[in-house]
């Protein structure tokens, strides 16, 4: 059974930071090139941030860039995303998926996706 669980998730002050991980299972991680998608109430989902499974290429929204920093840890079966500098515009439920190719944003290429978690950036 593949499995993809976010946590880390909640309620933070503008400019604080937040972890996310996505703990995964029942598939090679090594093999599967890793997103982080958001979406907020009314709004289409958007991709956040990719991580490639062979050169370790990531990708950002042009927005996230230099804030947030995606990285895996494969023995540990594990992703992350740090998120540094929140703002309340990144308020959005995060998820992360897995596909096996290095993919960007494009969501069809994604096949597992987790149930996501909530981030909230407010004061």
């Known amino acids: 059974q593949v499995q993809l669980v976010e946590s880390g998730g909640g309620l933070v002050q503008p400019g604080g930071s937040l972890r996310l991980s996505c703990a995964t299972s029942?598939?090679?991680?090594?093999?599967?090139?890793i997103g982080w998608f958001r979406q907020a109430p009314g709004k289409e989902r958007e991709g956040v941030s990719c991580?490639?499974?062979?050169?370790?290429?990531?990708y950002y929204k042009n927005s996230v860039s230099g804030r947030f920093t995606i990285s895996r840890d494969n023995a540990k079966n594990t992703v992350y995303l740090q998120m540094n500098s929140l703002k309340p515009e990144d308020t959005a439920v995060y998820y992360c998926?897995?596909?096996?190719?290095?993919?960007?944003?494009?969501?069809?290429?994604?096949?597992?996706w987790g149930q996501g978690t909530q981030v909230t950036v407010s004061s």
């Open positions: 029942g598939f090679s991680l090594d093999s599967y090139a």
């Open positions: 998926a897995a596909g096996p190719y290095f993919s960007r944003f494009e969501l069809q290429e994604y096949d597992y």
């Open positions: 991580i490639d499974n062979h050169d370790m290429t990531t």
